[in-house]
C-alpha cells in the first residue's frame, strides 16, 4: 500500500511536495487553522522538522500565519487561496487513484475495504496512545413490526439490486407489494418480521411466513444495508429466523433467490439450506437464473 500509494516518492499527490507537506495542507483544510505545536501532534514529527517545513510552505505562498484569537503572542497557520487550490488537487488526486482501484473490487468488498481500514486506522492510534481500541456498539435485533419497516425494507432493497444486479422500478414495485401484503399477515403468530437497528435507524431485515402449504414456511425480505455489511448481522438475522422455524416445527422452510449472490448463499448453505431447483425467469425485472433453497423441518429427514 505504500508503495502503490506513492508514499515512498519524494513527492506526493502530484504536488511537487514532500509527503509531510501535503498531510500539512491536508489537515489545514480538514481544520480550517492550526497552531504548529498543533501540526507537531497532528503528524508525529519533530517539532524543529515542522518548523522548517512550515516556513517552506509560507515561502511557497501555500499557507499564512494569522493572529491567534486568544494570544496575542501566538500565531496560527491556515491555508491562502493557492493552498486551497492545491487542496483541491490533492483531493482530486487521491479520489481518482481510489475511484480507479476499487473499480476492480464487489460492492461487498468495498464495503469490507472501507470498514476493515477505518478499524484498523483506530486501532493503530490506540497502539500509539497506548490505549484501548473503542469496542463498536453491536447492533441490536429487534422482533416485530414498527413503523416505517415496510418501506425501509423496499428501499433497502432497490439500492442494493439496482447496483449490483441492475433491477428498476418494477423489482421495487414487485418488493413493495410482497411486503405490504405479508406485513398484514402479520397477526397470525406463524408469520414474523425482525430488523437489525443502529439507534433508531433499520440497517437490516428479514421475515417469516409461516402459511406455506403443508405447514411449510418461507424466508422472505433478507436484507442490509451496505453500513451493516460485514458485521455478522446477516448471521444474527438468520439465526432469529431459524430459531422461529424450528420452534413452530415448520416441515420446511423455503427461499427464492438467483444464481450471483455468492456471499448470501454461503450463509444459507450454513443454516442447512440446499438447492433443489434452479430455473430460468423474469419475475426480478430482467432474465435471472432463479434459484429455490430449502432447510428441512427439526423432525423431517435431510433432503
Not at 3 to 10: A, K, P, S, V
Not at 112 to 137: D, F, K, M, N, T
Not at 163 to 184: C, K, P, T
Not at 246 to 262: C, H, K, N
Amino acid at each position: 500500500m505504500v508503495r502503490e500509494l506513492g508514499f515512498m516518492h519524494t513527492t506526493l499527490a502530484a504536488t511537487g511536495y514532500p509527503p509531510s507537506s501535503v498531510h500539512t495542507i491536508v489537515e489545514l483544510g480538514n481544520r480550517q487553522s492550526l497552531t504548529a505545536g498543533e501540526l507537531v501532534e497532528l503528524l508525529g514529527l519533530e517539532k524543529s522538522s515542522v518548523s522548517r517545513m512550515v516556513r517552506k510552505l509560507i515561502e511557497a505562498g501555500e499557507i499564512e500565519e494569522i493572529a491567534h484569537e486568544q494570544d496575542a503572542r501566538a500565531k496560527r497557520l491556515r491555508l491562502t487561496a493557492q493552498g486551497q487550490t492545491t487542496l483541491r488537487a490533492i483531493d482530486a488526486f487521491a479520489t481518482q487513484q481510489v475511484v480507479a482501484a476499487m473499480s476492480h473490487l464487489s460492492n461487498d468488498q468495498c464495503q469490507a475495504v472501507s470498514e476493515g481500514i477505518a478499524s484498523y486506522a483506530i486501532a493503530l492510534q490506540a497502539h500509539r496512545l497506548g490505549a484501548e481500541p473503542p469496542v463498536p456498539a453491536q447492533l441490536e435485533i429487534a422482533r416485530g413490526y414498527r413503523p416505517g419497516v415496510i418501506g425501509r425494507i423496499v428501499q433497502m432493497h432497490a439500492d442494493y439490486y439496482a447496483r449490483h444486479s441492475n433491477f428498476g422500478q418494477s423489482f421495487e414495485s414487485l418488493v413493495a407489494s410482497d411486503m405490504a401484503e405479508l406485513m398484514g399477515r402479520l397477526h397470525n403468530p406463524r408469520n414474523e418480521v425482525w430488523v437489525a437497528l443502529d439507534g433508531e435507524r433499520m440497517v437490516g431485515s428479514i421475515a417469516i411466513d409461516g402459511e406455506g402449504e403443508g405447514g411449510s414456511a418461507v424466508l422472505r425480505c433478507f436484507i442490509l444495508d451496505d453500513s451493516a455489511r460485514g458485521k455478522g448481522v446477516g448471521r444474527r438475522l438468520l439465526a432469529e429466523a431459524m430459531k422461529f422455524c424450528d420452534e413452530w416445527s415448520f416441515s420446511s422452510t423455503s427461499l427464492w433467490t438467483f444464481q450471483g449472490l455468492d456471499a448470501a448463499r454461503k450463509l444459507y448453505e450454513a443454516f442447512g439450506f440446499r438447492l433443489v431447483q434452479q430455473q430460468e425467469g423474469q419475475q426480478w425485472g430482467r432474465q435471472v437464473t432463479e434459484q429455490c433453497f430449502v432447510r428441512p423441518g427439526p423432525a423431517a429427514s435431510p433432503i
